[in-house]
């Protein structure tokens, strides 16, 4: 861990940094398991190039998320934010000894569902609706290659799904890798791209393809969608998840190929079974 945010740590008065142990997991900051008087913390440097509009990489939104979320047993407690040096912000908050793994779809649905009921703080707005979600495949196609750019276009449905003009507080990126298992239940981590907007925006997301196997997770099977609907609880909400998920598929896809195309190959898997889900909807 750089010195300079060891410095950072005895300013926020946090005592005195023992052992350090760098965590992996993230794919956009670096994050460090830090022994200190009071209980490990975990502390986020932020890279200020690891920006996107897709998934933001905002350390003053995970602050103020995790801020509003204290107490509700869904992430971790927030201690502190600072900047280290001059350009790379900090988030610091209590470290979760909990584990990532396979969990009941049903607990997930609940978790989402119970975090989707705390009154959002003010964030950034999700997609929400077709029309939102066309305009944003069509914006990052047009980095795309051609033939891409139209099978993208060609395979979305001409169906329109009016904005449903809710505000639940959302996690912006619900993948697998960003849930732990904790004593008492399950906790969201990495929240540098919450937002608030439809339901179905966070929804998606866990059920992407191509985010999951990002992550290392198979793509959810059938049985597995429907038990996570379940234990969300609220058809309406999955019927409006049914209607949007050709465009979800689009929408990731598009964002992925991007990132094929700046370099990150991991991620042309990804891009593929999207657009596959896509083709078949």
């Known amino acids: 861990m750089p010195p300079e945010i060891v410095t950072c740590l005895r300013r926020l008065g946090l005592g005195e940094p023992g052992a350090v142990t760098p965590l992996r997991?993230?794919?956009?900051?670096?994050?460090?398991?830090?022994?200190?008087?009071g209980g490990d913390v975990a502390v986020k440097l932020y890279d200020p190039h690891?920006?996107?509009?897709?998934?933001?990489?905002?350390?003053?939104?995970?602050?103020?998320?995790l801020k509003v979320l204290s107490g509700h047993g869904l992430a971790p407690e927030f201690l502190a934010q600072d900047?280290?040096?001059?350009?790379?912000p900090l988030v610091v908050y209590r470290y979760l000894t909990g584990h990532v793994g396979e969990y009941a779809p049903t607990?997930?649905?609940?978790?989402?569902?119970?975090?989707?009921?705390?009154?959002?703080?003010?964030?950034r707005s999700a997609p929400d609706g077709s029309a939102t979600l066309r305009r944003e495949v069509l914006r990052m196609a047009q980095a795309l290659p051609e033939g891409l750019r139209e099978d993208l276009m060609f395979h979305l449905p001409e169906r329109d799904v009016?904005?449903?003009?809710?505000k639940v507080f959302l996690h912006g990126d619900p993948v697998p890798g960003n849930i732990l298992s904790e004593d008492d239940g399950l906790r969201l981590i990495?929240?540098?791209c919450p937002a608030q907007g439809d339901p179905v925006h966070d929804l998606a997301i866990h059920l992407s393809p191509g985010m999951n196997v990002l992550y290392g997770a198979a793509p959810p099977c059938g049985a597995y969608?429907?038990?996570?609907?379940?234990?969300?609880?609220?058809?309406?909400?999955?019927?409006?998840?049914?209607?949007?998920?050709?465009?979800?598929?689009?929408?990731?896809?598009?964002?992925?190929?991007?990132?094929?195309?700046?370099?990150e190959v991991d991620y042309r898997a990804a891009m593929e079974l999207e657009l596959s889900a896509l083709r078949k909807n």
């Open 225 to 263: 969608r429907k038990a996570f609907l379940q234990g969300y609880g609220d058809p309406k909400v999955a019927d409006r998840l049914q209607a949007l998920t050709p465009f979800y598929h689009a929408w990731l896809a598009a964002y992925c190929a991007i990132r094929v195309a700046q370099g």
């Open 25 to 37: 997991g993230g794919r956009r900051n670096i994050v460090w398991r830090v022994a200190m008087p």
């Open 190 to 192: 990495d929240w540098q």
């Open 107 to 123: 607990a997930i649905g609940r978790l989402l569902r119970k975090l989707h009921g705390v009154p959002s703080p003010r964030l």
């Open 83 to 88: 900047t280290a040096g001059k350009t790379q």
């Open 162 to 166: 009016p904005p449903c003009n809710q």
């Open 50 to 65: 690891q920006e996107s509009r897709v998934f933001p990489n905002n350390p003053k939104a995970e602050a103020l998320a």
